[in-house]
Antibody
Framework: QVQLQQSGPGLVKPSQTLSLTCDIS??????????WNWIRQSPSRGLEWLGR?????????EYAVSVKGRITIKPDTSKNQFSLQLSSVTPEDTAVYYC????????????????WGQGTLVTVSS | DIVMTQSPLSLPVTPGEPASISCRSS???????????LDWYVQKPGQSPQLLIY???NRASGVPDRFSGSGSGTDFTLKISRVEAEDVGVYYC????????FGQGTRLEIK
């Protein structure tokens, strides 16, 4: 059974960098069939996909246009985890952040957001 | 960018009665494979979202058969044949065709 455990500070000052980590159990961050995603949720923006990383003989990443240039999602194979860094945060970045595994469901070759972390409320405030 | 529009945004339902949620996309979600790339998720109170329906009409593992998904192209519907108290939550449609855009959510509550 895959489990995702998030960690990181719940309060970040404006202009600083938001950093969260997602520990993976029951799977490998280097798995060739899944992607590792970050999604956030706020009252003003709803559920918003931020980006993902994945391994297919080498590492790839992809980011939402809304945060491109400020976001980095990186794997850490030694700890079997992946992380989110969002720089130059403003109060608009206040949200619950989720790490999410996208993998094949049952016998289909279609990836779904099947496993979610518990969510971390990050407040951007001085 | 694809825009996902749900209606209604609030849905009070009497237990045992049916419920229906509409989701419309600004672009067709019909993939070249012939499948509709549209998923439904539910977020129950205090929980992370969880998968309900994938590829428009396939129930995820463990989802009761009172839930069904239908539609094609740009118009999709989630139906609950007989609402139960445990179905309370916010229901989201999502397109994985482009950039994983979610609808605004429909809050189902028990009358």
């Amino acid at each position: 059974q895959v489990q995702l455990q998030q960690s990181g500070p719940g309060l970040v000052k404006p202009s600083q960098t938001l950093s969260l980590t997602c520990d993976i159990s029951g799977d490998s961050v280097s798995s060739n069939s899944v992607t590792w995603n970050w999604i956030r949720q706020s009252p003003s923006r709803g559920l918003e996909w931020l980006g993902r990383t994945w391994y297919r003989s080498k590492w790839y990443d992809e980011y939402a246009v809304s945060v491109k240039g400020r976001i980095t999602i990186k794997p850490d194979t030694s700890k079997n985890q992946f992380s989110l860094q969002l720089s130059s945060v403003t109060p608009e970045d206040t949200a619950v952040y989720y790490c999410v595994r996208a993998g094949y469901h049952d016998s289909s070759d279609y990836r779904v957001f099947g496993y979610w972390g518990q969510g971390t409320l990050v407040t951007v405030s001085s | 960018d694809i825009v996902m529009t749900q209606s209604p945004l609030s849905l009070p339902v009497t237990p045992g009665e049916p419920a229906s949620i509409s989701c419309r996309s600004s672009q067709s979600l019909l993939h070249s494979t012939g499948y509709n790339y549209l998923d439904w998720y539910v977020q129950k109170p205090g929980q992370s979202p969880q998968l309900l329906i994938y590829l428009g009409s396939n129930r995820a593992s463990g989802v009761p058969d009172r839930f069904s998904g239908s539609g094609s192209g740009t118009d999709f519907t989630l139906k609950i044949s007989r609402v139960e108290a445990e179905d309370v939550g916010v229901y989201y449609c999502m397109e994985p065709l482009q950039k994983y855009t979610f609808g605004q959510g429909t809050r189902l509550e028990i009358k």
